[in-house]
Every structure is written in structure tokens, then in C-alpha cells.
């Protein structure tokens, strides 16, 4: 009697290591990561299988020069736009962090404001995970450099190329990391039935 075979030699990588960790959850996130200069989004589809689609990302740029109202107002209606477009089911972004520079953490804090703001207009929840998280989700390690974030985005959303700028690929993240939560929730949820 020969030896049974691994899941590995049944099923291809890509589907080793999607199948069948998630059962029935179908959702679709938008990711945002905020930025005074830049702000990333990015929205991700997950299949019932947990397979990962990039449908869209970008980020907003916003210029210095322009009244702090103005930009707000333009992250508003940029984000409000994406929603109307994709029809996420949730938003996630990254939670507050400590920051040195006050001026910059407030100015932070205002675009998450905003973007919880155009979620919520929207009728959509928020999740909020910090960057250890987001980084222990995509990449396995919570002190991963911006660049092992980027590189794992592109391969568990089967990207041809690394998504630009940095805080598109960063708002990806944060939206995979939503889905992995999500999907196990989902798990749990099935398991204790």
C-alpha cells in the first residue's frame, strides 16, 4: 500500500493555501490608510473559497498648499466616490499610533475622521487594527518593513506588479488583514455550531 498524499501534492499552492480555511463568508473591504499627504485605498474581494481580488487601488493626493478644509473635504468626497463605485460591505483602517510630532497626529487624526465619516454616511461599519496587527496579518511578523508589506500584498492578491504608491499597497493591507479577521470569526462562529 503506497503512502497517501500530502495536501500539497492534491491541491496547487494558491489553493493549498486558500482552501478551504474559509467556508461561506463572501465579503468585499475597503482599506484606507490615512495621510496627510497621501491617502491610500484599496478594496478587496473575498470569495466564499478565500480567494483575494484587488478591484481597485490608489491613493489621494493631497497638496500642502491647499487650505486643511479643502483637502478634508476632497478625502471625503474621494472616498465617498470609491464606496459608491465598489460597494464595500466594510471599511477598515489603521488605528491611532503613537506619534512624536503632535501637529502631524492631529492632522492624522482629522483624515481618519474623515474617513470614518464617509464610511459611516455611507452606512458602512468601521474596523480599526493597529499597524502590529495589520503587519502580523499580511506578513507574519508585526515589525515587518513597509517593502515585506508590499511584497506580500502583491502575492496573496496574485498582483502582476506591486501596487503604487506605498500607501495603496498599505490600504491593501489593511483590508487583507480585515478579511483574515473576518474569516475567522466566520471559522469560529461555524466551529461552535
Known sequence: MGAMPTLRALY????????????????????????????????????????LFCLTCGAIKLSPREALPRRLSRIFTQLGEII?????????????????????????????????LAAATA?????????????????????????????????LLDLSVPPEPMDASDALAIAICHLHTAGTLNRQRVAAR
Open 12 to 51: 496547487p499552492l494558491r489553493d493549498f493555501l486558500t482552501f478551504p480555511r474559509y467556508t461561506a463568508l463572501d465579503m468585499r473591504v475597503l482599506g484606507i490608510d490615512c495621510g496627510g499627504e497621501y491617502t491610500g485605498y484599496g478594496v478587496v474581494d473575498m470569495d466564499p473559497r478565500g480567494k
Open 123 to 155: 452606512g458602512l461599519e468601521v474596523a480599526e487594527y493597529s499597524p502590529l496587527t495589520i503587519k502580523s496579518s499580511v506578513v507574519g511578523y508585526g515589525r515587518a518593513e513597509k517593502q515585506q508589506v508590499q511584497h506580500m500584498v502583491t502575492r
Open 84 to 116: 459608491i463605485q465598489h460597494h464595500p460591505d466594510e471599511v477598515a483602517i489603521e488605528d491611532v499610533f503613537y506619534a512624536l510630532n503632535v501637529k502631524s497626529a492631529l492632522k492624522l487624526g482629522q483624515v481618519r475622521g474623515v474617513a470614518m
